[in-house]
């Protein structure tokens, strides 16, 4: 019973992560993708179905089994959210008669994402011994 409850609670999340989403595109300040990877981690718990049908979805299919396998934001998913960031971020900052502790709190929460952004890998690693291989193939070829 409780595993069933769990489980419900899970494919409820991830319909309810798709919906954001699938608003996030609409709306440029709601981001898509992050909910996409939630929506995939809860239909990952709860339905296989859903989950195979989020990873072979072909706009956003690929940035999710890269993030599943290895944690991967592409390099150009990291410029276009770093641009995106530093412009929803910056006429708020220097043009709206914001409290300027509001202000620093949105300063610190764009530093502190792009950070984030910036410190997962853009392409997997490869171990010494996968780029040995691929040197050894590529001289047989």
Not at 32 to 57: D, M
Not at 65 to 84: C, L, N, Q, Y
Not at 89 to 105: A, C, E, Q, R
Request: hydrophobic letters at 50%.
């Amino acid at each position: 019973m409780r595993h069933t409850i769990i489980r419900t609670l899970y494919l409820l999340g991830g319909f309810i992560f798709v919906l954001l989403g699938i608003i996030g595109v609409l709306l440029p300040l709601l981001p898509t993708t992050p909910f996409l990877l939630l929506a995939a981690f809860c239909f990952s718990r709860s339905s296989e179905r859903l989950h195979q049908y989020l990873l072979n979805q072909p706009t956003f299919g690929h940035f999710i089994r890269d993030w599943e396998a290895h944690g991967i934001i592409p390099f150009k998913a990291k410029i276009f959210s770093t641009v995106m960031m530093l412009l929803m971020i910056s006429y708020p900052l220097f043009f709206l008669p914001f409290h300027l502790g509001l202000k620093l709190l949105a300063a610190t929460s764009v530093v502190f994402a792009l950070w984030y952004v910036w410190s997962r890998p853009s392409c997997p690693k490869t171990s010494t011994n996968d780029t040995i291989h691929q040197l050894e193939t590529n001289l047989l070829e």
